[in-house]
């Protein structure tokens, strides 16, 4: 199976036209803040690829430090517009271009619609945005066995729903090609929704 284009666009304007791009309980917002808050230090570059509206980003980044947020739907840079902090690139993960680096750069649920070659592709462009000393936080839901294809229509979601789910192995396996060290963080028992796949947050630096 792979991923029609046109189909996964569709679906985040569709998501863009709702206001929100998250759709996972409060509890992860709070898990996930509280977890990136802990690394983070006053000025701070950050680096959002597949940003959305940016909530998570735009809520942990310091005072005195910068957020760039990268996403292929135009229509998600309106909310980076009202401070001066932020940047919003229109670009896809696997073909964006940094020209500077960046302290910290996240991935969080992107890696659910790309193909293999952009996965590969985007730890790439990862790589090349990290600046000496700077970590990546690639966040995704892993299948808990083997690498996991879905294509059907979703109840939550109220549409038809297409999404790769790599098995934690098969994702460490790519980062350990391109980032030296990867460690790899599964989220608490409380945050297991589905009984085949686990959110997981790896860490990884150059």
């Known amino acids: 199976m792979t991923f029609d284009a046109d189909f996964v666009q569709n679906f985040w304007r569709r998501r863009a036209a709702t206001g929100a791009t998250r759709w ?6 709070v898990f996930e803040r509280q977890f990136l808050l802990s690394h ?3 000025g701070d570059s950050l680096l959002d690829l597949g940003s959305g509206f940016g909530e998570l980003s735009r809520s942990i980044c310091p005072d005195n430090g910068n957020l760039t947020a990268v996403d292929l739907i135009l229509e998600y840079s309106s909310a980076f517009e009202d401070d001066s902090r932020f940047d919003f690139v229109q670009s896809s993960v696997d073909t964006f271009n940094p020209t500077t680096t960046f302290d910290v750069v996240l991935l969080f649920g992107v890696v659910t619609h790309l193909t293999l070659e952009q996965e590969q592709r985007t730890y790439e462009v990862i790589r090349s ?3 000496q000393g700077g970590t990546a936080f690639i966040k ?3 299948s808990d066995d083997s690498d996991l294809w879905v294509d059907t229509y979703s109840e939550a979601l109220q549409c038809d729903y297409q999404a790769r789910y790599p098995s934690i192995a098969t994702q460490q396996g790519l980062l350990r090609e391109t980032f030296r060290l990867v460690e790899t963080i ?3 028992p409380n945050l297991k929704i589905h009984q085949s796949t686990s959110h997981v947050l790896f860490v990884c630096s150059r």
């Open 186 to 188: 599964t989220y608490p």
């Open 40 to 42: 983070i230090s006053q």
């Open 140 to 142: 995704n839901q892993c």
């Open 129 to 131: 945005a990290l600046a």
């Open 24 to 29: 996972t309980m409060d509890e992860f917002f």
